[in-house]
């Protein structure tokens, strides 16, 4: 993939910020830190990247990883951005709510099932699970199979 | 003398809601002035659920997602599966999925025109396209014994072959779809009350369909001619001569319109993989327990629908560490509380209507 | 011939000379006679709606290249029976904040305006329970009160969506029930009567329909909309108000709405026979049968729309009314007055 105005941009600005995990023909993916999030999202969507296809989130036990995917309407180019949540207390990100209306929902879905939170998200609620439910069930800490009903867990 | 609006739940019980869509409408007499979307009354943690089953063992669950195109979201998984293993499936299994697929989003656009009509208050519009249906599920259900929950494909190819049988009952099928594309063209296209009733109504520009992640026919009545099976061809898409349908208002009619120009498209390409189809192997050599080497994927495919994508994570171990489904309903209707202001709430049934959404996939 | 054709007046007429026989006095008599004209008309009613319900689910399921209820008896005949048995036995549930007494009354309400109405209709030569000589005038007068049910329903329910249907039914009614006089309206200065039987006398040679066919258009329009039929049936509108100002009834309740529309579907139908398509008149069979007949075409044709249009906007509904319908009677009133005059002063 052509994508060396990226390359160039990421190191110039973010040296040791974010890193370039991998490069093919078709995807390139992206290492950064939580810090400049939004900046290097709002870059990429700038640069043609304008379709974000999924927001979503897993639980690496040491970590919160946050995963989005943005594309090109045009050619098959895929860039994925990964950003690395280490507080499993307090986990938080900044949103991109404010770039992309899709992001919204995506987000409230991560929020619910994972249980991070987004800064700057005008409606942080639970999605699928109801209001009050106690636990964020994608979590590797939350068991799939119990004998308790789903709500007593937490 | 002082009026004031009042709220009214649409859902989670209503005929048109398609499912357990739950729609709190703020209306000032019958214009609407708010709307709030709530969902989640039909998820069932598929995801987390598939944590703990082995790889070959999850694609029964997808099965569950969008159940009126079972067969895309099967193949959409095996896909990512294979992706991550770097299995190379063999021609024929290749062209098999082809048509599946094809006849799976034919069967799809039936369900969704049809129920499109009756949303709108022409019941006898939904059986034309239902009788449709049936002839390819009948077809499927003599292919693999199932008429929604298929679970066909497999890692590495399909799970049976496809016989004389199927391909004579196919070519039969298509032979007769046509005449009732134009006999259903003839009886809803130019309908007076159906045109006031969907033309003009829940417009949504290209930018909005861009931000809000719209993809599939509701994207491509935007004036947006995305689609996965030309744009990134998987499988052997490539391989045919077939147009994407666009329309340009990006209101209820185009939504209909272009769904009703893809199924003819699809006829095109199942007949060209009919005519090409191979002799040959239907399944890769995979080994017994599939476990890819730790690591990601992200994957999506065409959809029925829209774009359904699967981002998966490997840890080394027979089962998936995390599946995530990206499923187009999700995103489509997050739209709603935008489009559904200043509208009617007769035009608010109309706009659910044309996304053709389901609620297993909204879910999840 | 004449003997069949008279079978229902000789019935009476045998009824009338067994009570004189007993021996009442007139007065008595002529009350019994009524009991017996509302009895009949009240088995006509129940005789209507237990046939169109079977037979519109037999039109639709042949629209839909489906058989429709074919179950029970010949041709699923008794269907409609054992659903009026079924829906008997059904719990009544009725909301804990609805108004019980309105919530109550008004399904029977409902029925009243179709009875009234039919009352005054002659379904042959002289076959009419009471022959007014203003009987359009009467007929439009209660047919009108047909929108006060309906409100009741939705308001006594104490629900939103219901309160949406009784609302949008108050609405459509009313103003629908103008293009309807309007049109009646003409026919009434070609006739130069409001009585009925002589309407239909008047179409011996040519039937009003061909006098006026503008007026027939807009009247079949506006009465489909009047009885709630699709592409008007807006107040219950299934997918968009659950089941409008129906929403909290079930059971025999719901029932008697659904019996009453076809009532009002017969009455709508017998009134446009009657002042357009020339009533009882016609050759070879007994009047009655010839009336019974013209009523099911028209009933055909209003089953037939339903199947085949989806249901038009509210506010397209209204504009359709006040911006086409209504200036289109007014001006057919208009070209019919000239008509007349030149009518009677030159011809």
Same mark, same amino acid.
């Given at each position: 993939?052509e994508?060396?105005?990226? @390359?160039?941009?990421?190191e110039?600005?973010?040296?040791?910020?974010?890193e370039?995990?991998?490069e093919?023909?078709e995807?390139m993916t992206? %290492?950064?830190?939580?810090?400049?999030? @939004?900046?290097?999202?709002e870059?990429? @969507?700038?640069l043609?990247?304008?379709f %974000?296809a999924?927001?979503?989130?897993?639980?690496n036990?040491?970590?919160?990883?946050?995963i989005?995917q943005?594309?090109?309407?045009?050619?098959n180019?895929?860039?994925?951005?990964?950003?690395?949540i280490e507080?499993?207390?307090n986990?938080?990100i900044?949103?991109?709510?404010? %770039?992309?209306a899709?992001?919204?929902?995506?987000e409230?879905?991560?929020?619910?099932?994972?249980g991070?939170?987004?800064?700057?998200?005008?409606?942080?609620k639970r999605?699928?699970?109801?209001?009050?439910y106690?636990?964020?069930p994608?979590? @590797?800490?939350?068991?799939a199979?119990?004998?308790?009903?789903?709500?007593e867990?937490? | 003398?002082?009026?004031?609006?009042y709220?009214?739940?649409l859902?989670?019980? +209503?005929?048109?809601?398609?499912?357990?869509l +739950?729609?709190?409408?703020?209306?000032? /007499?019958?214009t609407?002035? =708010?709307?709030?979307?709530n969902? =989640?009354?039909l +998820?069932?943690?598929?995801?987390?659920?598939?944590?703990?089953?082995?790889y070959p063992q999850v694609?029964?669950?997808? !099965?569950?997602?969008d159940?009126?195109a079972?067969?895309?979201?099967?193949?959409?998984?095996?896909?990512?599966?294979?992706?991550m293993? =770097?299995?190379?499936?063999?021609?024929?299994? #290749?062209?098999?999925?082809?048509?599946?697929?094809?006849?799976m989003?034919?069967?799809?656009?039936?369900? /969704?025109i049809?129920?499109?009509?009756?949303?709108l208050?022409?019941?006898?519009?939904v059986f034309?396209p239902?009788?449709?249906?049936?002839?390819?599920l009948?077809?499927?259900?003599?292919?693999?014994? #199932?008429?929604?929950t298929?679970?066909?494909?497999?890692?590495?190819?399909v799970?049976?072959?496809?016989?004389? !049988?199927?391909?004579?009952?196919?070519?039969?099928?298509?032979?007769?779809?046509?005449?009732?594309?134009?006999?259903?063209h003839?009886?809803?296209?130019?309908?007076?009350?159906?045109l006031s009733?969907t033309k003009?109504i829940g417009?949504?520009s290209?930018?909005?369909?861009?931000?809000f992640g719209?993809?599939?026919?509701?994207?491509?009545?935007?004036?947006?001619?995305?689609?996965?099976?030309?744009?990134?061809?998987?499988?052997v898409y490539?391989?045919?001569?077939f147009?994407?349908?666009v329309?340009?208002? =990006? !209101?209820?009619?185009d939504r209909?319109?272009?769904?009703?120009?893809?199924?003819?498209?699809?006829i095109?390409?199942?007949r060209?993989?009919?005519?090409?189809?191979?002799?040959?192997?239907?399944?890769?050599?995979?080994p017994?327990?599939i476990k890819?080497?730790?690591?990601?994927?992200?994957h999506?495919?065409?959809?029925?629908k /829209?774009?359904?994508g699967?981002?998966?994570?490997?840890d080394g171990?027979?089962?998936p560490?995390?599946v995530h489904?990206?499923?187009?309903s999700?995103?489509?209707?997050?739209?709603?509380?935008?489009?559904?202001?200043? +509208?009617?709430?007769?035009?608010?049934i109309?706009?659910?209507?044309?996304?053709?959404?389901?609620?297993?996939e909204?879910?999840a | 011939?004449?003997?069949?054709?008279?079978?229902?007046?000789?019935?009476?007429?045998i009824?009338?000379?067994?009570?004189?026989?007993?021996?009442f006095?007139p007065?008595?008599?002529?009350?019994?006679m009524?009991?017996?004209?509302?009895?009949a008309? $009240?088995?006509?009613c129940? $005789?209507?709606a237990?046939?169109?319900?079977l037979?519109?689910?037999?039109?639709?399921?042949?629209?839909?290249?489906?058989p429709?209820?074919?179950?029970?008896?010949p041709?699923g005949?008794?269907?409609?029976?054992?659903?009026a048995v079924?829906l008997?036995?059904?719990?009544?549930i009725?909301?804990?904040?609805?108004?019980?007494?309105?919530?109550?009354?008004?399904p029977?309400?409902?029925?009243?305006?179709?009875?009234?109405?039919?009352?005054?209709?002659?379904?042959g030569?002289?076959?009419?329970?009471?022959?007014?000589?203003?009987?359009?005038?009467?007929?439009?007068?209660?047919t009108?009160? &047909?929108?006060?049910?309906?409100?009741?329903a939705?308001? &006594?329910?104490?629900n939103?969506?219901?309160m949406l249907?009784?609302?949008?039914?108050?609405?459509?009614?009313?103003?629908?029930?103008?293009?309807?006089?309007?049109s009646?309206?003409?026919?009434t200065?070609?006739?130069?009567?409001?009585?009925? &039987?002589?309407v239909?006398?008047?179409?011996?040679?040519?039937?009003f329909?061909?006098?006026?066919p503008?007026?027939?258009?807009?009247?079949?329009?506006?009465?489909i909309?009047?009885?709630n039929?699709?592409?008007?049936?807006?107040? *219950?509108? *299934?997918s968009?108000?659950?089941?409008g100002?129906?929403?909290?009834?079930?059971?025999?309740?719901?029932?008697?709405?659904?019996l009453?529309?076809?009532?009002s579907?017969f009455?709508?139908?017998?009134m446009?026979?009657?002042l357009?398509?020339g009533?009882w008149?016609?050759?070879?069979?007994?009047g009655?049968?010839?009336?019974?007949?013209?009523?099911?075409?028209?009933?055909?044709?209003?089953?037939?729309?339903?199947w085949?249009?989806?249901r038009i906007r509210?506010?397209?509904?209204?504009?359709?009314?006040?911006?086409i319908?209504?200036?289109?009677?007014?001006?057919?009133?208009?070209?019919?007055g000239i008509?007349?005059?030149?009518?009677?002063?030159?011809?």
């Open positions: 993939m994508n060396n105005i990226l @390359k160039e941009y990421i110039r600005n973010f040296f040791a910020q974010a370039i995990l991998s093919t023909e995807n992206i %290492l950064a830190d939580k810090k400049i999030y @939004k900046e290097i999202a870059y990429i @969507k700038n043609g990247y304008t %974000l999924d927001i979503t989130s897993t639980d036990k040491d970590c919160f990883m946050v989005c943005f594309f090109r309407y045009t050619k180019e895929n860039i994925t951005l990964k950003i690395k507080d499993r207390v986990p938080e900044d949103s991109l709510a404010g %770039l992309w899709t992001a919204d929902w995506h409230r879905e991560v929020y619910d099932l994972m991070i939170n987004f800064k700057g998200h005008p409606n942080l999605i699928l699970m109801w209001e009050g106690k636990g964020h994608l979590r @590797k800490d939350f068991p199979v119990t004998r308790k009903r789903s709500w867990l937490g | 003398m002082r009026t004031q609006t709220k009214i739940n859902g989670p019980q +209503h005929p048109s809601t398609h499912g357990v +739950h729609v709190v409408l703020e209306i000032d /007499g019958e609407i002035v =708010g709307s709030e979307t969902i =989640g009354y +998820h069932r943690g598929i995801e987390k659920l598939a944590e703990n089953k082995k694609i029964p669950y997808t !099965d569950r997602l159940y009126l079972g067969m895309s979201n099967n193949l959409l998984y095996v896909q990512t599966v294979e992706k293993l =770097g299995t190379e499936v063999p021609e024929r299994a #290749s062209y098999i999925r082809v048509i599946i697929a094809e006849l989003r034919i069967a799809n656009h039936m369900v /969704g049809g129920i499109y009509i009756m949303d208050g022409a019941v006898t519009g034309y239902f009788i449709q249906r049936e002839h390819i009948d077809l499927f259900s003599k292919l693999c014994g #199932s008429r929604m298929f679970n066909y494909m497999r890692i590495g190819g799970a049976v072959d496809i016989d004389e !049988d199927f391909i004579r009952g196919t070519e039969i099928f298509l032979d007769q779809l046509p005449k009732m594309l134009h006999e259903y003839t009886l809803v296209d130019e309908n007076e009350i159906f009733r003009n417009k949504i290209k930018s909005q369909a861009e931000s719209l993809t599939g026919p509701n994207l491509r009545a935007s004036g947006l001619g995305y689609d996965l099976r030309k744009v990134a061809p998987y499988e490539d391989r045919f001569d147009n994407i349908p329309a340009y208002n =990006g !209101d209820c009619f209909y319109i272009v769904r009703m120009q893809e199924v003819e498209e699809s095109k390409i199942i060209q993989a009919m005519a090409q189809l191979p002799q040959g192997e239907i399944k890769a050599k995979l017994r327990i890819p080497e730790a690591g990601d994927c992200y999506q495919a065409e959809n029925p /829209g774009i359904l699967c981002y998966l994570v490997s171990t027979p089962k560490y995390r489904f990206r499923r187009p999700f995103n489509n209707i997050s739209i709603f509380d935008e489009v559904a202001i200043g +509208h009617k709430i007769a035009d608010f109309a706009i659910m209507a044309s996304f053709d959404f389901v609620l297993g909204v879910d | 011939m004449e003997f069949l054709d008279n079978i229902f007046l000789y019935g009476t007429s009824i009338r000379s067994i009570i004189t026989w007993i021996g006095d007065a008595i008599t002529n009350m019994i009524a009991a017996v004209y509302t009895v008309i $009240l088995v006509i129940t $005789l209507v237990l046939f169109y319900v037979y519109e689910r037999k039109l639709a399921g042949f629209i839909q290249y489906r429709g209820p074919n179950k029970l008896g041709f005949l008794f269907q409609t029976v054992a659903d079924k008997l036995t059904k719990e009544d009725v909301p804990r904040n609805a108004d019980k007494a309105l919530h109550f009354l008004a029977l309400f409902v029925f009243i305006p179709p009875i009234l109405a039919l009352g005054a209709i002659p379904f030569n002289k076959l009419v329970a009471v022959d007014l000589n203003i009987g359009m005038l009467y007929i439009l007068a209660v009108s009160l &047909s929108t006060i049910p309906f409100f009741l939705g308001w &006594s329910s104490n939103k969506y219901t249907g009784a609302m949008r039914a108050v609405s459509q009614k009313i103003s629908y029930e103008i293009p309807v006089i309007f009646v309206l003409a026919i200065m070609i006739a130069g009567s409001l009585n009925m &039987s002589e239909v006398g008047m179409q011996g040679k040519l039937w329909v061909f006098v006026q503008l007026s027939f258009l807009i009247f079949f329009i506006a009465g909309a009047e009885t039929r699709a592409p008007f049936d807006l107040p *219950e509108g *299934e968009e108000l659950t089941a100002y129906l929403t909290e009834y079930s059971g025999m309740k719901w029932a008697l709405f659904f009453a529309e076809y009532c579907m009455v709508f139908s017998a446009a026979t009657t357009f398509l009533g008149l016609g050759p070879v069979l007994p009655w049968m010839w009336f019974v007949l013209k009523v099911h075409v028209l009933m055909t044709v209003i089953i037939w729309i339903r085949t249009f989806p509210v506010d397209k509904l209204l504009e359709f009314n006040w911006k319908l209504i200036p289109a009677s007014i001006l057919n009133i208009f070209a019919t008509g007349v005059y030149l009518f009677n002063n030159f011809f």
